[in-house]
């Protein structure tokens, strides 16, 4: 069976670029087109026009696969739209005829310029930003965002760093989706609580790069459930796919960070107080009785 | 002399309890030589893991809780509703820690949690600095078909691969006693393994006492 070549896709796509970039000036990365492409899209289906754009969530927001959308337009996307690999750009060669509504199209091409008009000098960050204000999946996605920029930063802060993830640690807490992602709700508690375990450790160099390796280490995991449930138009072959990575990430992630943690409690971790033995001992006894 | 341990003694030794007052530890303490197998030591990580897996997740999910309480009264109202092992320990952390402000609380339970974690992993680092875990290379189908014939194969495929391994081992090290806390798979086919395998002996561990065993060797 041949492809079917989506028109009202390939017209959004060529009308979009024309507008934004008639000169073709290798500048819109995939970035900024598939943050832009949400914008237009949510438009779009909300004036009841499915263009059947390909599109999920992942670590940094909206996002598409090119290779999904190399078989749904003819000579395929990244031949025509992305030749360089690194910028989409209009094509030079394109179709005087789409085969689609006059009413799809007027809408089409309205909405474009609207989009035109309000975010033509917006930065991709400030577009990105607009996207999780429209479409976030969940606040936590949306904290999660800042949770990623205030651990990236590597300069000075007024108020200290740790104070700041700390906060952001509470907020997300109070933001997790428990409902739709119990599956990963084990870690993602393992994971806040060895955040706040390295939180405490006395060399800050050591502890800044461990919160970042923790926080890649759950916001990877995290991404793939999230692509799995906010998704349009993915082939169920990509989400099978999706779902076994999701299924070995939860695994192996969650095991890694346990590493970290065992080995913060055996060699950094000071307890403070002389624990009562036989609270401890009966710790240990309700372990090993719910466990045979 | 030579002890092959069982999955069930490590898991005792971990959390230093067993259904025999911590006969695990015990075995352990004792002076001879200590192995096991490969088999052996997946599913107690396995096992181990999922344990302590199990208190800190409570301990997790009581600390959101906390985190996200206003006061003291309502992280007890919460305990009360909530079906966890260990509620009674945290309500008494909770009066212990001698405070009404929620992050001191949950700061003094937390170090309860670490401590919890810390003894447990110490046991097991102490545990596999003690034993060599053997790793099988034959299959040793002759002992695995008996197995198949005496039902013991269907019964528990897992159990048959460690007795196998324990066989192998103790046909290079000799006499190898077998140490099991697993008495409807394995003890109540004491006779049955120890005629058809390597394996000096299969000692329940409930009954574990060394002198004895070696009395009625000599």
Redesign the interface.
Known sequence: MGKETNYLLEFTFDTLLNVFNYERVPFMKKYYFCKLMNLVDTRLLKQGVDIGYPEFWYMYGPITDFAIVDGIIDHGFTNRYYPDNENVIYPAQHRRNYDIDLKDRRIIESTIQTIWSKYRFETGDNIKAENYKQNSPYKFNTTFQDFIRVVDNDNQTSTPKEVLISNLLDKLLSEFPQNDLSEIEDFYLEWDDTIRLVLDLKDSKRKMELVKVLKGKFWSTFSKGIRLRVNKNIPDEKLAMWSEEYQKAITQQYKDVERIREAIILEDSEINIEPDEYIVKSLMQTAYHIGI | MNLFLDT?VL??YT?????WNGKSLDVISHRYVKHSSVNVSTEFEH???????????M???F??EA??SKSKKEIESYLKIEDF??KC?LL??IQ?SGSSNINDIIN?VN??Q?????????NV?YLKSIITFHNRKTAHTDIYDLCVLDGFVKEDPADVEIVIDAHDLGQKTNPLYFITGDYGHIVSRKEFIENITSIEKVIYLKHFDLTKVLKKRH
């Open positions: 069930n898991l005792g959390f230093e309890t067993d259904h096992n181990s893991q999922t344990m302590i897996r199990k208190i800190k997740g301990f997790n999910r600390k959101r985190r996200l092992e260990i320990i008494d952390l212990k003094y170090q309860y670490v401590a919890f974690e810390k003894r447990c992993l110490l680092n």
